[in-house]
């Protein structure tokens, strides 16, 4: 198998073989005592427990993971607290919710100066690692080792960041973030305990199938969940609004592997395909890998093309080949995990280390029609979590509420380490060894921020008990919604005019109050976007004239946007109002003003936007010239200092002083980057440069 001949290649390549994977460590001191055993700490990225058989699967099996229940505590009340992935993993690593660790939504950038548990362990003793998916765009901090994929990380032939060293490796995710990480088990120092950490891109979009399971589920048919078909009748404009739904907002090509190359246009008509980028992630394959991939996948393009699928069909097809996909990916995850504790017990290490498997939060696998996550609704707001402790009794199903908040002062507490008390969570421990505390949690406080964004989940805040959930949708909403998880655990009626509960809600506002002054969450205003500005300058009410046009997609308030007084504001999280900005598509900006007059100039400034996970990119410079009648003359150029690279999402001023220069004309000329460039997702397609005000002084 072709396969496996590249993994022993890689396994060779740095320096670990199955042969020493098997051997026993026999000789040298394991480096755990009773009171600090060893760690791993599992996570997926986008499992959902309902695809878990130990959590009651209807569309798999996961015999692996299921070990670990057997044999562990599996919690059946496992929240997260914001239901997207990096703000999931610094909650992970602090133990603090989403507003105190900085991280609210994908867009933000971890501050890896605060503390974090890894930290503490290494301040005591412990030696840690880091291998995986991390997604927090600074570089890790507390870890002995780290082995991580940049951004998303891709399925095949991934590159990885290797302590600040990026390299491709041939093989699948999977395979080799799991390798990388007992490579690192084998070579550690043995005289000290350990933490791992070590978090798996999959199961997350656009789930790509390793190798060896390209073909399973071929000839499955999944039970359908029963609300599919949503209407959302009986919810607010959050559930309407999202876009998430299998039915429109997946592609064609890119999430549903119905390949885009030479197809015909009828084909693809109505239908939204990634293309280019598409095309892009399969190329990294090497020519064995992308043939076995033809070959598999083939049978679905044509029968796509045979079946005129459409309305409700067209649905149900697309559901069947999602989670043909999702569970395909799954199935490698689970081979790995299996992978991982057949070393761990070939090595002596399995019952005395502390195991946690998770994901960093739920997902919907078409429930409500959907795919992804975010909202408060069960199938996101759950996670599973499985946590095999050292000599805890065996198959043990808790279901007290625990969060995220909770996996840093558990692992700490198991490390016998003092638990610092801004750390937001608590310990397991008890729960796991049968004592839940007489006064633990009976409800759970939510709030997620990454709105808008391009699935259109709108911000939200809310609190759930056994019982009950109570959500408020707020910024560009204001709506509440109220669950009655006993008689509507699919949450399909928002109860919250019913005049039955309003005693209820009454004491689950108190309640929600409470757990948002406890968590000191209270300022509603502090991670909402800034608001855009007016400003008085010389230029206001300038006329402008375009070489080339701006798109009409993005026009600013008005044709003299960029001489109007108004300007974008510096804070971009989620959610900021775009109206100022004036977007030119693969064309430079080349514009003339005219002030009417001549004008005396001591400084010309221009701003312009960076996000470039919605393609707009910094100019590489900005020229400003100046003239009286036609003859213009370059006063100077302003260069582009930050790294075009960069994932902030932020305004730049490109300011020149001009020191009483006089002129009646200004032109500016901002180099647009044309088409994106080949690291990124757009590569080849055309770029987009955003201007809101040239301010003249
Ligand atoms: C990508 C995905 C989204 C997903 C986000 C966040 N689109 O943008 O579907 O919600 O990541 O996921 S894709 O076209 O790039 O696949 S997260 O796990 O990082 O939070
Ligand atoms: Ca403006």
């Given at each position: 198998m072709r396969n496996n001949y590249s993994r022993r290649k890689f396994i060779k390549s740095v320096g670990f073989g199955a042969v020493s994977l098997a051997?026993?460590?026999?000789?040298?001191?394991?480096?755990?005592?009773e009171n600090r055993p060893n760690i791993i700490f599992v996570m997926s990225d986008?499992?959902?427990?309902?695809?878990?058989s130990s959590y009651g699967?209807?569309?798999?099996?996961?015999p692996n993971i299921d070990r670990l229940a057997k044999e562990g505590t599996r919690f059946e009340q496992s929240f997260v607290t914001?239901?997207?992935c990096a703000p999931s993993r610094a909650v992970l690593l602090t133990g603090k919710y989403s507003h105190l660790n900085?991280?609210?939504?994908?867009?933000t950038t971890f501050d890896g100066n605060q503390q974090t548990f890894t930290k503490i362990l290494q301040k005591n003793g412990y030696q840690t690692a880091m291998v995986g998916k991390?997604?927090?765009?600074s570089q890790p901090t507390g870890f002995d080792y780290w082995n991580i994929l940049p951004?998303?990380?891709?399925?095949?032939n991934p590159d990885f960041i290797e302590m600040g060293r990026k390299k491709r490796v041939e093989g699948y995710v999977t395979d080799l973030t799991t390798d990388f990480a007992l490579n690192w088990v084998n070579k550690r120092d043995r005289n000290k305990p350990f933490c791992l950490l070590l978090h798996h891109k999959?199961?997350?979009?656009?789930?790509m199938p390793g190798p060896d399971h390209l073909?399973?589920?071929?000839?499955t048919r999944f039970p359908e969940p029963d609300?599919?078909?949503?209407?959302?009748?009986?919810?607010?404009s959050a559930a309407r609004d999202?876009?998430?739904?299998i039915s429109k907002d997946m592609?064609?090509?890119?999430?549903?592997?119905?390949?885009?190359?030479?197809?015909?246009k009828e084909l693809f008509e109505n239908e939204k395909v990634m293309g280019k980028w598409w095309n892009k992630v399969l190329s990294r394959m090497t020519p064995d890998q992308r043939e076995r991939w033809n070959r598999s996948y083939g049978p679905r393009k044509k029968e796509f093309k045979r079946g005129k699928l459409e309305g409700e069909k067209l649905i149900r097809w697309k559901y069947q080949n999602y989670m043909r996909d999702y569970l395909r990916c799954i199935a490698s995850l689970d081979d790995n995990i299996g992978r991982m504790i057949d070393y761990l017990k070939g090595n002596d290490l399995y019952e005395d280390t502390l195991i946690i498997y998770t994901s960093d939060q739920g997902f919907y696998?078409?429930?409500?029609?959907w795919f992804d996550k975010r909202f408060m609704y069960e199938e996101s707001h759950r996670m599973p979590l499985i946590i095999k402790a050292p000599g805890q009794k065996k198959g043990k199903v808790s279901s007290d509420m625990v969060l995220n908040l909770d996996f840093a002062p558990t692992i700490l507490d198991y490390a016998g380490v003092k638990i610092p008390g801004d750390i937001q969570g608590k310990s397991l421990k008890n729960i796991i060894q049968?004592?839940?505390?007489?006064?633990?949690?009976?409800s759970v406080y939510y709030h997620y921020y990454?709105?808008?964004?391009?699935?259109n989940v709108k911000r939200h805040y809310g609190i759930r008990t056994s019982r009950y959930k109570l959500i408020h949708f707020y910024y560009d909403i204001d709506e509440w919604e109220l669950y009655d998880l006993k008689k509507d655990p699919q949450e399909m009626?928002?109860?919250?005019?019913?005049?039955?509960y309003q005693n209820i809600i009454i004491e689950l506002k108190e309640e929600l109050q409470k757990l948002r002054k406890k968590y000191k969450d209270?300022?509603?205003?502090?991670?909402l976007p800034g608001k855009n500005r007016k400003i008085n300058h010389k230029g206001v009410g300038a006329k402008i004239t375009f070489k080339y046009p701006y798109d009409k997609k993005y026009p600013?308030?008005?044709?003299?946007a960029l001489a109007d007084g108004w300007q974008g504001p510096d804070k971009y999280y989620?959610?900021?109002?775009?109206?100022?900005w004036q977007g030119f598509k693969k064309n430079d900006l080349i514009a003339t003003i005219d002030f009417g007059k001549e004008i005396e100039i001591n400084s010309v400034s221009a701003g312009f936007l960076h996000n470039i996970e919605s393609w707009i990119f910094l100019p590489d410079a900005v020229e400003f010239s100046v003239s009286n009648d036609t003859n213009f003359k370059s006063i100077g150029k302003v260069k582009r200092k930050?790294?075009?690279?960069?994932?902030l999402v932020l305004r730049k001023e490109f300011e020149l002083k001009t020191e009483g220069i006089c002129a009646r004309y200004l032109k500016i000329h901002a180099k647009n980057i044309g088409f994106c460039p080949?690291?990124?997702?757009?590569?080849g397609e055309k770029g987009w440069l955003f201007a809101d005000e040239i301010i003249v002084k």
């Open positions: 051997l026993p460590d026999l000789m040298v001191p394991s480096g755990r005592s986008d499992h959902a427990y309902q695809a878990i699967s209807k569309i798999n099996k996961t914001n239901s997207i900085g991280m609210i939504d994908n867009g991390w997604h927090l765009k951004g998303q990380g891709h399925y095949y999959a199961p997350h979009r656009n789930w073909e399973k589920y071929e000839n609300t599919l078909f949503d209407n959302f009748d009986g919810r607010g999202q876009n998430m739904e592609y064609l090509d890119y999430d549903l592997k119905v390949d885009s190359e030479g197809a015909d696998l078409g429930e409500h029609g049968g004592k839940t505390p007489a006064d633990w949690r009976r990454e709105h808008p964004s391009p699935h009626n928002n109860v919250y005019n019913n005049a039955d209270t300022d509603e205003t502090k991670f600013g308030n008005n044709p003299n989620s959610g900021v109002d775009y109206s100022v930050m790294d075009i690279k960069s994932t080949n690291w990124h997702k757009g590569a």
